[in-house]
């Protein structure tokens, strides 16, 4: 049963598709013979490589550091020889290639010492702490790899820390099997996290299809004996993972639309990532492994694995004995809010929660597209409570300031509207391009705006300058004239007025070629 | 290496489809379809043979003309779902050409003209009725009494009654004279007119246990109809709820005030198209109000309109009207009715 302070608009009950991958035990996946580390694997700006290539690395060494706040180092994911830095394809939306650090293991898999464990963290104040969690390469694990070390900066007066295990995506299943194997290092994460933000209250978000995972989870809250500690239980009803749709499910509160969580006093936190905090904390291991569902009626024996970052994917696939017959996409995320993979050589990143590989049961071909027949059943399912349909007529006819009006940047892309749609419109595919629309507009008129500033400030300018000379000359003449009949001083005031203006033409000149 | 197709993500897809709600509608349609048969024999199933072998057939040359790939739309089934439904507003023994020309109006001017399925303002079938009732106001308000109205009168059979709509020749025991030919919401405003009271009206013969005769029996069915959209989900209950409410509100209020002159809400309820209207016409989700609150602004205005006209008006039903005047509010009532979003300030 849910414990349900409030509750969310719209949504959808889904098939959940997760005991294809629950039913077999964690297992640790080979480590491969080459590691591909991309440099971009989280939200900001890329990691710059510290070493060169044929330099020996060990597991768990900085291969990149942070540049910029909002940044995360690499680590190894085993110990190797570095072959080179160069661009290789990566999971991205883009299907764009990005700088990697290639490593070729050498099997021995030595350990690097740089991190003490810091197991007297009560001791040390906040920042400390985020350091850590930064030096370590801590980045959101539920999907999003946001540098955990700024989320932890919001300031004091915090109400409480929110850990996200909804995890409410069909086939995804990581989350529910690290709490069943490991759930004292989410609760170890969960207290690391509340000394490091000074609070004293943490509530974990379950769902209640996971009653194995609740079970193990409340377990250890009790072994571990901490009552600022306290799991609650969420429909399992996506999106309920969502970060806005959980708080408001926990709480009962709604984040504001133009804000934060932290706005209303919650930090939300991926599971994963509090057990991530925990190992850097507690046991001085960087992030370089973690788990990853397999799964889908693509692959033949659908599992969880703990995965070093940087292994190919196929390894993956070949661990879980193979492609099926009718394996026919594959997707990094879940079936919902996952994106397409065009092929199986790119590497694991720290994003990567899960591997669907769909046959055309799971993903059906997506049927014709009739005309909207404003049934309104999309915006009775949208957790942000928006008018999909509206949205979309305004979208087809490029009509940007209604679709912003109606609140277009609320949209989650959840996709529950497409899903509900009887006329088969990609309504997600409709939003995602009016919100790159309405961006690239404003960012073209910012910039023309901008040119028009710089050209109008310059022509005022030069105006200026024509009135002053004119001004000046004026000026001169009339003193030319009370000169008089001395033809000498006429002279000199001739040749000394030809040669400043001959001096501030070139100056002139100078500033305009400088523009 | 292997390569992967592409998807985008959602990567599941909907399991409803246009074709699956206008089939559950019809599907709705069939209890009262029999039902309406039982009473006034069986010319509801001629009109509905007309009206949609014509629909059909003009939904098709209008998207051929307008270059839109034509199986596909036809398979949606609006055009059927819209020539049934203009069928069950007809009189039963109704000329196949009045059908006829009722269903093209429908389809092209109403539906396509505005550019088809999902753009129409109006609902096709209620445009299309109101062109009939206003051109041909005679044909349109001839009805046979319900059976058991009066031993001595058969229900035309089948044969006479394909006779009458193809060739416009009545059945030999039966004439518009003999039948008298008006409805019960008629009747009322007749005889009301004439100073007569509402019980004096409803003792008469055309007037049954709630409703009026055989009426009250086809609304019932109807009304079960558009419950089982309702637990399927085809339609929400906001649009009927708020229609009846918009009847039943006023006429309780008048017959309580005036029991003489005002016929009783059960009577409003079981006549005429309320029912059709609350469940079929303005549930029509293309021309009516979106968000749950638009809806029930919008079901309540039809009701509380079809009461007026019904009661005031220059005619004895008013479902038609009502629906096309609040068609004509649909924009108003999405442009202020918009939910508030997550995270927006209450």
Redesign the interface.
């Known amino acids: 049963m849910a414990d349900r302070p409030g509750h ?2 719209g949504g959808l009950t ?1 098939p959940a598709h997760k005991r294809q991958s629950t039913g077999s035990p964690l297992r640790t996946a080979a480590i491969p013979e080459v590691l591909i580390h991309p440099l971009s694997q989280h939200v900001g700006a890329p990691a710059e490589a510290i070493v060169e290539p044929g330099e020996k690395v060990l597991r768990g060494q900085p291969v990149a550091r942070a540049t910029g706040y909002v940044g995360s180092p690499v680590h190894a994911g085993s110990s190797g020889t570095v072959v080179e830095i160069a661009p290789r394809p990566v999971p991205h939306p883009s299907g764009l290639s990005a700088d990697c650090v290639v490593i070729r293991t050498d099997g021995e898999d030595r350990p690097f010492e740089g991190y003490d464990p810091l197991t007297n963290y009560r001791t040390l104040n906040a920042p400390a702490l985020r350091a850590r969690v930064r030096e370590c390469g801590i980045v959101g694990l539920g999907g999003a790899a946001f540098p955990t070390s700024v989320k932890l900066n919001v300031g004091v007066g915090l109400r409480s820390l929110i850990l996200n295990a909804a995890e409410c995506e ?1 086939f995804i299943s990581c989350d529910d099997t690290l709490l069943r194997h490991r759930s004292e290092e989410v609760v170890l994460g969960a207290q690391v996290m509340l000394h490091a933000l000074e609070i004293r209250h943490c509530l974990i978000g379950i769902e209640d299809d996971k009653p194995e995972a609740r079970e193990a989870l409340t377990a250890a809250v009790a072994r571990i004996g901490d009552d600022r500690i306290e799991v609650l239980t969420v429909p399992a009803h996506y999106p309920s993972g969502g970060e ?1 749709q959980l708080i ?1 499910l926990l709480t009962g509160h ?6 934060i969580p932290a706005d209303i006093g919650y930090l939300c936190h991926n599971v994963g990532t509090a057990a991530a905090v925990a190992r850097a904390v507690l046991r001085g291991e960087p992030l370089i492994s973690r788990i990853v569902t397999v799964t889908g009626s693509g692959v033949s024996s659908p599992t969880n694995l703990e995965v070093r970052l940087g292994t190919p994917m ?1 390894n993956l696939i070949d661990e879980c004995g193979g ?1 099926t017959a009718n ?5 990094m ?1 879940g ?11 790119l590497p694991v990143i720290k994003a990567t929660n899960c591997l ?1 590989a ?1 046959s055309e049961e ?3 071909p ?3 597209t ?8 999309c ?2 399912v949208c ?5 999909p ?2 949205l979309q007529w305004y979208t087809r006819a490029n009509d940007f300031e209604q679709v912003e009006a ?2 277009l940047y ?1 949209c989650i ?3 529950c509207c ?7 419109i ?1 309504l ?2 409709y939003f995602r391009y009016a919100k790159t629309e309405i961006w690239s507009r404003k960012r073209e008129r910012e910039q023309s705006d901008h040119a028009r500033e710089r050209f109008e400030a310059r022509k005022s300018r030069l105006e200026e300058q024509a009135r002053a000379r004119q001004r000046r000359l004026a000026a001169k003449t009339r003193a030319l004239g009370k000169a008089g009949k001395d033809e000498a001083a006429r002279k000199a005031m001739i040749d000394e007025v030809m040669q400043r203006v001959r001096a501030k033409k070139k100056t002139d000149e100078d500033q305009d070629k400088g523009e | ?14 399991a ?3 074709t ?2 206008m089939g559950e509608v019809l599907l709705a349609l069939v209890p009262a379809t029999v039902a309406y048969v039982w009473y006034f024999g069986p010319g509801i199933l001629f009109n509905i043979a007309v009206a949609v072998g014509v629909a059909v057939a003009a939904e098709a040359s209008m998207l051929a003309a307008r270059g839109k790939p034509v199986a ?2 036809l398979s ?1 089934l ?1 055009a059927i779902v819209t020539a049934v439904l203009l069928a069950f507003a007809l009189p039963p023994l109704t000329p196949w050409w009045l059908t006829a020309t009722g269903t093209v109006f429908a389809i092209v001017f109403a539906k396509q003209l505005y ?5 129409n303002p109006f609902n096709p079938a209620m445009a299309g009725y109101v062109v009939l009732l206003i051109s041909f106001p005679a044909e349109m308000t001839r009805w046979l009494p319900p059976s058991g109205f009066d031993l001595a009168l058969e229900q035309p059979d089948l044969l006479e009654t394909l006779r009458y709509g193809l060739t416009g020749q009545f059945p030999q025991n039966l004439s518009w004279d003999a039948v008298g030919g008006a409805t019960p919401l008629d009747q009322v405003k007749t005889q009301l007119g004439l100073a007569r009271t509402v019980d004096e009206i409803r003792s008469g013969p055309l007037y049954g246990d709630f409703g009026a005769k055989g009426w009250e029996w086809i609304n019932n069915y109807i009304a079960i109809g558009g419950l089982w959209l309702i637990y399927r989900k085809v339609i ?1 209950w906001q649009i009927p709820v708020a229609m009846l409410a918009g009847v039943i509100l006023p006429a309780t209020l008048f017959y309580l005030l005036e029991p003489g002159s005002y016929p009783p809400p059960s009577f409003h309820l079981f006549s005429g198209a309320t029912m059709l209207g609350a469940f079929f016409i303005a549930t029509d ?2 021309s ?1 109000a ?3 609150r638009g ?1 029930l602004i919008y079901g309540a205005g039809i009701g509380v309109l079809t009461y007026v006209i019904r009661t005031w008006g220059g005619y004895p039903d008013g479902v038609a009207f009502a629906v096309l005047l609040m068609n004509m509010a649909v924009p108003a009532i ?1 442009r202020y009715t ?7 300030g209450r």
Do not use: K, W
Not at chain 1, 327 to 331: D, K, V, W
């Open positions: 969310f608009h889904l069909p806005r408001q709604e984040v504001p639309a133009q804000g196929a492609y394996a026919r996409y594959l997707i995320g079936a919902m809010m996952g994106f397409p993979l065009e092929r199986d050589d669907l769909a799971d993903i059906r997506r049927e014709e009739l005309a909207c027949i404003r049934c309104g059943d915006a009775s957790p942000a409570n928006l008018l349909q509206q109606l609140n609320d892309e959840c996709g497409d899903l509900v749609c009887p006329s088969h990609p997600t595919q | 290496m292997r390569s992967f197709g592409r998807t985008m993500p959602p990567h599941l897809r909907p409803n489809s246009v699956r709600v596909t739309h949606d609006s550019g088809g399925l999902g753009y929400r989700p293309v009516a979106t968000s749950d809806r999405d918009v939910p508030r979003a997550y995270g927006h």
